[in-house]
DNA sequence: TGAAATGTTGGGGCG
DNA sequence: ACGCCCCAACATTTC
């Protein structure tokens, strides 16, 4: 018998472990364990355990239809997995790679106590097309700048083509067991939610009009599958044969998700201090005020609080809206990335650690292939380009343009001076 | 996927 | 007709 540990790969179909395992000729016990460590870093209210929840009961159910069941725990995955081995024969487990530094670790630490039993430990490439070293410059190094690493990952993709891992005609390879039950919400200290969450499905003619709309966040014609791209519930090659097919601009996103998880893979240290090291001493204001007011969209720049206030109520905010709201924050406030990478990281439903950290770098200049710090948005003229009609502000700020609306916390062109002075005499050597 | 400041050009009003 | 000025429109430079 082998396990099957899903993780960050919450699909049957196209799932490269599972794939592997279902076809070594052995049984195949499917696992999903709730990682104490951390969940109880998390509020009792939090969306993505739920959806993580029903995920894990579709799932279930589907394998309980092959006459098998997937067992979910709740606890410290390395003593779940000794126990599993104490109580069944276990000859090896298979898992699909996770790039985050606490994943990294976990597994590594799993890695080595299977190796102690001689008990096989087979890992595989899923969440993204190209991993770790596959795609790096011809000296071996890393590339930091992605339109070259575009250029090869595209190549790449050319000459290799996009694999698929159809699992169909072997899910009766599950190992035959009784039904067991799913910790609840409540036994893990969490409440259910009723959220409406985006729907996994691909839609072609709406990729096709990508490239013209996805700007304009009063027309919301993004994908919305960041979350099925977090937690697996989407192929990742499902979504790159689409981008393929049906938008190229499309597909350049996916290709910046798969740089960001490169250079996290890379330099892990990103997750804690800026790319380029020189950004570690900016002299930030960090007011706790100004940031009060920047997490509840109540800055008084209408695009900004629309912004935060979709985030908040939704778990969503439309992208170029993101870049704003960054921009707003380290620029204008002087407010250190890492505040509004947290918070985005608590609101977020598709929170991913090495797109959020690449992407705030980016906003506060201190990223690798970062737009130089003087680059700084104007609120207004983002919202005159992007939304102009203020479809999008009256939707999340009804009271834009009444007396109850603040007025700016900051003048404009005053914050842009002193975020201009402030950088460039921080930066200074 | 920046915006402001500064420079250049050319049409038109006017004496 | 001519020179001068204004200024919008566009281009380039700067932060």
């Not at 695009?303 to 704003?324: I, W």
């Amino acid at each position: 018998m082998t396990i099957f540990w899903f993780r960050r790969d919450l699909r049957l179909n196209d799932n490269h472990g599972l794939y592997k395992a279902l076809i070594s000729g052995n049984k195949v016990l499917p696992v999903f364990i709730f990682d104490q460590e951390i969940l109880d870093l998390l509020p009792a209210q939090d969306k993505r355990v739920v959806f993580i929840h029903q995920q894990i009961f579709l799932i279930k159910q589907a394998i309980q239809k092959h006459g098998g069941d997937l067992q979910v725990f709740y606890g410290s995955p390395l003593q779940i997995i000794r126990s599993l081995l104490d109580s069944h024969e276990i000859r090896a487990l298979y898992i699909n790679h996770d790039y985050e530094p606490y994943a990294r670790e976990r597994d590594r630490q799993i890695g080595d106590f299977l190796n102690e039993k001689s008990i096989a430990f087979h890992t595989f490439k899923d969440q993204v097309l190209f991993e770790k070293s596959e795609i790096v410059k011809n000296d071996g190094n890393p590339y930091v700048v992605f339109t070259p690493y575009s250029r090869k990952w595209l190549n790449k993709m050319q000459e290799e083509g996009i694999p698929n891992f159809p699992s169909g005609v072997h899910l009766h390879n599950f190992l035959q067991v009784e039904p067991t039950a799913i910790p609840s919400l409540t036994q893990m200290g969490f409440e259910n939610m009723d959220v409406d969450f985006p729907s996994p499905h691909i839609n072609p003619s709406q990729l096709k009009q990508y490239k013209e709309t996805r700007n304009f966040p009063g027309l919301d014609n993004t994908t919305h599958l960041g979350i099925h791209l977090r937690f697996g519930t989407i192929s990742v090659r499902e979504c790159i044969s689409a981008g393929q097919k049906h938008s190229g601009v499309w597909l350049n996103e996916l290709i910046w998700r798969e740089f960001f998880m490169q250079i996290l893979c890379h330099f892990p240290r990103v997750e804690k201090s800026a790319f380029r090291a020189e950004y570690n001493r900016l002299n930030w204001r960090n007011d706790p005020n100004d940031f009060d007011k920047w997490c509840k969209g109540e800055t008084g720049f209408p695009l900004v609080d629309a912004g935060m206030r979709e985030l908040n109520e939704t778990g969503f905010m439309h992208n170029r809206v993101r870049m704003v709201v960054a921009g707003f924050l380290t620029k204008h406030l002087l407010i250190d990335w890492r505040w509004g990478e947290a918070w985005f990281a608590e609101k977020l439903l598709d929170f991913e650690l090495s797109s959020n950290n690449g992407n705030w770098q980016w906003a506060a200049g201190s990223g690798c292939d970062a737009a130089p710090y003087f680059r700084i948005f104007n609120p207004s003229e983002q919202l005159k380009k992007f939304d102009k009609a203020g479809e999008y502000v009256k939707r999340w700020v009804p009271e834009y343009e009444t007396l109850s609306y603040p007025e700016p916390m900051v003048d404009h062109s005053y914050a842009r001076q002193r975020c201009l002075k402030v950088y460039s005499a921080s930066l200074k050597p």
